[in-house]
C-alpha cells in the first residue's frame, strides 16, 4: 500500500514535470520564432519653425521693389555672395530696417536673404522678383544650398532651393524649393511636399524584429546590417524613424531623396543604409516618382579608411545613388587652390577610389588646370582649364572613370588628335564648331568647387 502511494506521488511529479518542461519547450520555440514589425515614423516638418500647420504648394509672391529697396538689392549684388551670420545685420541692428545680401548665385537666379524677416527673395534673369515665404537659415545658421537645371526640359532652367531645418548629432534634413518659370515668363517657387514624398517611401520600407534583432526591409528585401534589439534606447519608441537624416541630391535631372532610416530617434542605431528615392519634376509644381534603391552609408563604408588619414589627406564623400557604392574623393594639400585656408579647401586634382572586396581601390585621377578647382554639377565631376572641359562620372558598376561629357578646342588634343574643336561623348569625339564649344563650356562652367 505504501508503495503504491510511493509510486502515485512519482507518477504524479514525473507528469507535472513532464507538463513543466513541455511548456518551457514550447514558450522557449515561441519566443525564438517571434517578430514584430515596428511602428513606422515620418512626421518632419511638423510642429517644426517653418509651417505649424498645412504645408503650402506654392511658397512665393510677386515682389515689385521700390526705387529705395531696388537700390538696395542693386548694392548688395554688387558686392556678391557674403560669408555672415544672419544675427550680424551690419549696422541694421536695433533700427528695425529690412536689409539684404546675396547668399547664392547661378547663371539665371540670385537669391537674397532678407534680414530682419530671416525670408528669401529670388531674383530671375529677366530682373524680376518673387518674395519666398520660407525661413531663409536652419537653427544654426546655414543657407540654403542652390543647384540651376532644366528638371522638365522645357528649354529653361529651374533652381532648386535647398534648405535645412535641422542639423546636429543625428540630425540633418533638408527640404526642397523648386523655382520654375513658366511660358509667360512668370516664376512661381513650389514646396516639395514631405507629407507627399515620405508616405511614399514609407509604402515600401519596413523594420522586423526576429531573434533579438532588428532588420530592414525594402519592397520585401533585407538591406544593410542587423542592429541588436538590446542596443535600442528604452525611453525612446523604437520604430522606424524615416526623418532624421534627409538629403536631396540632383543628378542627371533627377532629384533624389535620400534618407538614412533609424530604429529608434536616441540612440540613432541604422543599419547603415541609404533609401533613395528618385523624383522627376514634370513642371508646375507636378513630379513622379521612380524605382527605389539602397545604396551603403558612404560615411560607414570608409570610416576605417579615413581615420588612417595623415592632416595632409583630406577627402569628401561622393554619393550619387546611380552607383552602386559611393566613392572617395581625396586630394592633397599641395594641389589646394588657396594655400592659406585650412578648412572648406579647393584642390586641382583629386583621386576617385572605392571600397572593392574590402580592398581601396583606385579609379582613376580628375585634374584641372589653370588654377581651377574641381567642381561638382548635376551630371558630375568637372574639371577644366583655358581650352577643355571634362565632366567626369563612374560606370554604375563603379568599375572604371569615364568621361561622360567634354569639350577641347583648337589649341590642345588630349582626348584624340585633332584639329578643330571636339566634344567628347561616350568615348568618342565629334567635331563641333567654335561656339559649340563655347555654348557647352558655358554650360559646366559655374559648377560648384568641391571643398575637401
Same mark, same amino acid.
Given at each position: 500500500?505504501?508503495?503504491?502511494?510511493?509510486?502515485?506521488?512519482?507518477?504524479c511529479?514525473?507528469?507535472?514535470?513532464?507538463?513543466?518542461?513541455?511548456?518551457?519547450?514550447?514558450?522557449?520555440?515561441?519566443?525564438?520564432?517571434?517578430?514584430?514589425?515596428?511602428?513606422?515614423?515620418?512626421?518632419?516638418?511638423?510642429?517644426? =519653425?517653418?509651417?505649424?500647420?498645412?504645408?503650402?504648394? *506654392?511658397?512665393?509672391? +510677386?515682389?515689385?521693389?521700390?526705387?529705395?529697396?531696388?537700390?538696395?538689392?542693386? !548694392?548688395a !549684388?554688387?558686392k556678391?555672395?557674403?560669408?555672415f551670420?544672419?544675427?550680424?545685420?551690419?549696422?541694421?541692428?536695433?533700427?528695425g530696417?529690412?536689409?539684404?545680401?546675396? /547668399?547664392?548665385q547661378?547663371?539665371?537666379?540670385?537669391?537674397?536673404?532678407?534680414?530682419?524677416?530671416?525670408?528669401?527673395?529670388?531674383?530671375?534673369?529677366d530682373?524680376?522678383?518673387?518674395?519666398?515665404?520660407?525661413?531663409?537659415?536652419?537653427?544654426?545658421?546655414?543657407?540654403?544650398?542652390?543647384?540651376?537645371?532644366?528638371l522638365?526640359s522645357?528649354?529653361?532652367? !529651374?533652381? /532648386? *532651393?535647398?534648405?535645412?531645418i535641422?542639423?546636429?548629432?543625428?540630425?540633418?534634413?533638408?527640404?526642397?524649393?523648386?523655382?520654375?518659370?513658366?511660358?509667360?515668363?512668370?516664376?512661381?517657387?513650389?514646396?516639395?511636399?514631405?507629407e507627399?514624398?515620405?508616405?511614399? /517611401?514609407?509604402?515600401?520600407?519596413?523594420a522586423? !524584429?526576429?531573434?533579438?534583432? /532588428?532588420?530592414?526591409? @525594402? +519592397?520585401?528585401?533585407?538591406?544593410?546590417?542587423?542592429v541588436?534589439?538590446?542596443?535600442?534606447? %528604452?525611453?525612446?519608441?523604437?520604430?522606424?524613424?524615416?526623418?532624421? $537624416?534627409?538629403?536631396?541630391? @540632383?543628378y542627371?535631372?533627377?532629384?533624389?531623396?535620400?534618407?538614412?532610416?533609424?530604429?529608434?530617434?536616441?540612440?540613432?542605431?541604422?543599419p547603415?543604409?541609404?533609401?533613395w528615392?528618385?523624383?522627376?519634376?514634370?513642371? %508646375?509644381?507636378?513630379?513622379?516618382?521612380?524605382?527605389?534603391?539602397c545604396r551603403?552609408?558612404?560615411? %560607414?563604408?570608409?570610416?576605417?579608411?579615413t581615420?588612417?588619414?595623415?592632416e595632409?589627406?583630406?577627402?569628401?564623400? =561622393?554619393?550619387?545613388?546611380?552607383?552602386?557604392?559611393?566613392?572617395?574623393?581625396?586630394? +592633397?594639400?599641395?594641389?589646394?587652390i588657396?594655400k592659406?585656408?585650412?578648412?572648406e $579647401?579647393?584642390?586641382?586634382?583629386?583621386?576617385?577610389?572605392?571600397?572593392k572586396?574590402?580592398?581601396?581601390?583606385?579609379?582613376?585621377?580628375?585634374?584641372?588646370? +589653370?588654377?581651377?578647382?574641381?567642381?561638382?554639377?548635376?551630371?558630375?565631376?568637372?574639371?577644366?582649364?583655358?581650352?577643355?572641359l571634362?565632366?567626369?562620372?563612374?560606370?554604375?558598376?563603379?568599375?572604371e572613370? @569615364? *568621361?561622360?561629357?567634354?569639350?577641347?578646342?583648337?589649341?590642345?588634343?588630349?582626348?584624340?588628335?585633332?584639329?578643330?574643336?571636339?566634344?567628347?561623348?561616350?568615348?568618342?569625339?565629334?567635331?563641333?564648331?567654335?561656339?559649340?564649344?563655347?555654348?557647352?563650356?558655358?554650360?559646366?562652367?559655374?559648377?560648384?568647387?568641391?571643398?575637401?
Amino acid at each position: 500500500m505504501k508503495l503504491s502511494y510511493l509510486r502515485l506521488i512519482f507518477i504524479c511529479f514525473s507528469v507535472i514535470f513532464s507538463l513543466l518542461f513541455l511548456s518551457t519547450v514550447n514558450m522557449i520555440s515561441y519566443a525564438a520564432g517571434s517578430s514584430k514589425t515596428f511602428t513606422k515614423h515620418y512626421d518632419t516638418y511638423k510642429d517644426w =519653425w517653418i509651417y505649424d500647420g498645412k504645408i503650402p504648394d *506654392i511658397v512665393s509672391k +510677386d515682389f515689385k521693389p521700390d526705387s529705395k529697396t531696388q537700390k538696395l538689392l542693386d !548694392e548688395a !549684388e554688387k558686392k556678391g555672395i557674403v560669408d555672415f551670420a544672419p544675427e550680424d545685420t551690419s549696422g541694421y541692428e536695433g533700427k528695425g530696417e529690412v536689409y539684404y545680401k546675396v /547668399v547664392a548665385q547661378t547663371p539665371s537666379f540670385t537669391l537674397f536673404f532678407v534680414g530682419e524677416t530671416c525670408r528669401m527673395l529670388l531674383k530671375t534673369e529677366d530682373s524680376s522678383y518673387v518674395y519666398i515665404d520660407v525661413p531663409a537659415v536652419s537653427l544654426r545658421g546655414i543657407f540654403p544650398e542652390c543647384t540651376e537645371y532644366d528638371l522638365d526640359s522645357d528649354g529653361d532652367p !529651374e533652381l /532648386v *532651393i535647398k534648405p535645412q531645418i535641422l542639423h546636429g548629432t543625428g540630425y540633418y534634413e533638408e527640404f526642397v524649393l523648386i523655382a520654375d518659370i513658366d511660358k509667360k515668363s512668370k516664376c512661381t517657387v513650389y514646396f516639395l511636399n514631405p507629407e507627399d514624398y515620405l508616405s511614399e /517611401v514609407a509604402e515600401h520600407v519596413e523594420a522586423k !524584429e526576429s531573434n533579438g534583432n /532588428v532588420s530592414l526591409y @525594402v +519592397d520585401g528585401i533585407k538591406e544593410g546590417t542587423e542592429v541588436a534589439s538590446s542596443d535600442l534606447r %528604452d525611453d525612446f519608441e523604437p520604430g522606424l524613424y524615416l526623418e532624421n $537624416i534627409i538629403y536631396f541630391r @540632383v543628378y542627371d535631372g533627377i532629384i533624389w531623396i535620400g534618407i538614412n532610416p533609424m530604429f529608434d530617434a536616441a540612440s540613432l542605431n541604422s543599419p547603415d543604409v541609404m533609401v533613395w528615392y528618385p523624383v522627376t519634376y514634370e513642371g %508646375d509644381g507636378d513630379y513622379t516618382g521612380g524605382e527605389i534603391v539602397c545604396r551603403p552609408f558612404g560615411y %560607414d563604408v570608409y570610416q576605417k579608411v579615413t581615420e588612417s588619414f595623415t592632416e595632409d589627406d583630406m577627402y569628401t564623400i =561622393w554619393d550619387n545613388p546611380i552607383f552602386q557604392k559611393p566613392l572617395l574623393l581625396t586630394a +592633397d594639400k599641395k594641389d589646394s587652390i588657396d594655400k592659406s585656408k585650412t578648412y572648406e $579647401i579647393q584642390v586641382s586634382a583629386c583621386k576617385v577610389s572605392m571600397m572593392k572586396n574590402g580592398k581601396f581601390t583606385e579609379l582613376g585621377t580628375i585634374e584641372s588646370a +589653370d588654377k581651377n578647382p574641381v567642381s561638382m554639377s548635376p551630371d558630375g565631376i568637372v574639371a577644366k582649364g583655358k581650352h577643355f572641359l571634362y565632366v567626369y562620372e563612374a560606370t554604375p558598376d563603379c568599375r572604371e572613370l @569615364v *568621361i561622360k561629357d567634354g569639350v577641347e578646342d583648337n589649341t590642345i588634343s588630349n582626348f584624340s588628335n585633332h584639329k578643330g574643336y571636339i566634344r567628347i561623348r561616350n568615348g568618342k569625339a565629334e567635331n563641333i564648331t567654335k561656339n559649340e564649344y563655347e555654348a557647352i563650356y558655358k554650360t559646366y562652367e559655374n559648377a560648384v568647387p568641391i571643398e575637401f
